[in-house]
């Protein structure tokens, strides 16, 4: 079983990078939070192909894809939908937060009010309207994408939901002349912008959803709960942060490092698993002091420092859960 999901996930990783120019590392990182109904943000500049990252994704697992632009006027009810009135009685009209993968992008262009519609959605997998609370389907989570350095006309995410963020993913420029040059081969090959409907499925909805079961069986050593736990609070004591990591920081390690594990054929967590996402599971969720903040310094630097300071289990006994996977 663990070598069928390992493979299925390399084949996955392997198409998604057909289309996608960027990091393998990137798309794996990015597999590792779907596997764990985790939400995604996007923080980088614009035409980097996070867009299209988003739409291949859904289509290899096979999932419904829905994007909503966010506008400054645009309103909860056109995200979560409204109910209207049908001759003797009022008919709930599903928004587009109804499906599987969803994009918000630019989500930071929308006020507060807007925002603040998707943080039952992102957190419980459920909305309520006028008292009435309807399920969403399964799998759900949310790519979302900001401008990092555009601030006229956007409004700063809340840390309530930045916090529900399982990651955060800058993509970056292409590496080399070579990464420049295959986008611009790729364009000839499909000889179209958007080529997501040329890409066949890997995997079926409900297939992707079992493999979201598996991750749930991964065995965690005592020794990796305390790794997690003494990374997370190391965070808060730093002397640059005003304010560290919450508790949900340390679930977020502890879900995204079993994923990382199932994809490496692994039913037990190590700690390269742990640290190969700590920046971007931890680094959104870090506050600095603000005199350090005006100093340009990151949060990312700060998780390094974290990753340094605690020490790595050096000796483990893995022990398999019972049952095994």
């Known amino acids: 079983m663990l070598k069928s999901v390992r493979d299925m996930c390399r084949r996955i990783v392997d198409v998604v990078c057909s289309v996608y120019v960027g990091e393998r590392e990137l798309v794996e990182k990015v597999l590792a939070c779907c596997l764990c109904n985790g939400n995604i943000l996007f923080e980088d500049y614009p035409g980097l192909g996070k867009t299209l990252l988003a739409k291949v994704f859904a289509r290899v697992i096979g999932a419904d894809y ?54 039952e959605a992102m957190e419980e997998r459920q909305v309520t309207v006028e008292g009435e609370t309807f399920r969403l389907r399964d799998p759900f989570f949310v790519i979302a994408t900001q401008n990092p350095i555009e601030q006229e006309g956007t409004y700063p995410l809340p840390e309530a939901q930045l916090d529900r963020f ?14 420049e040059m295959e986008i611009l081969r790729r364009r000839i090959k499909w000889k179209k912008d958007d080529p997501t409907n040329e890409i066949e499925p890997v995997v079926g909805l ?18 990796i709960l305390k790794y997690i736990a003494e990374i ?8 640059l942060v005003e304010i560290g990591s919450s508790p949900r920081g340390g679930l977020a390690l502890l879900k995204i490092s079993r994923a990382l594990a199932v994809m490496n054929g692994r039913d037990y967590v190590i700690p390269d698993d742990v640290k190969k996402i700590a920046v971007d599971v931890l680094s959104h969720r870090i506050i ?17 420092d974290v990753l340094k300071e605690v020490e790595v ?10 049952g095994g996977l």
């Open 313 to 322: 289990p050096k000796r483990l006994d893995y022990v398999k859960s019972q």
């Open 232 to 239: 997370v609070r190391a965070t808060r004591r730093h002397e």
């Open 288 to 304: 600095l002091k603000v005199e350090y903040a005006v100093e340009g310094v990151r949060t990312e630097e700060v998780v390094l």
């Open 206 to 223: 409900n297939e992707f959803v079992e493999m979201q079961r598996l991750v749930e069986n991964v065995y965690v050593d005592e020794s």
């Open 66 to 119: 829905k994007r909503i632009q966010f506008t400054p006027d645009l309103l909860p009810a056109d995200i979560i939908g409204t109910k209207v009135w049908k001759r003797d009685h009022f008919e709930f009209i599903k928004g587009p937060i109804f499906t599987n993968v969803l994009l918000a992008d630019e989500i930071n262009r929308s006020p507060p009010k807007t925002q603040s519609a998707l943080l």
């Open 166 to 179: 399982l990651m955060r993913i800058r993509p970056g420029y292409p590496k080399d002349v070579e990464g």
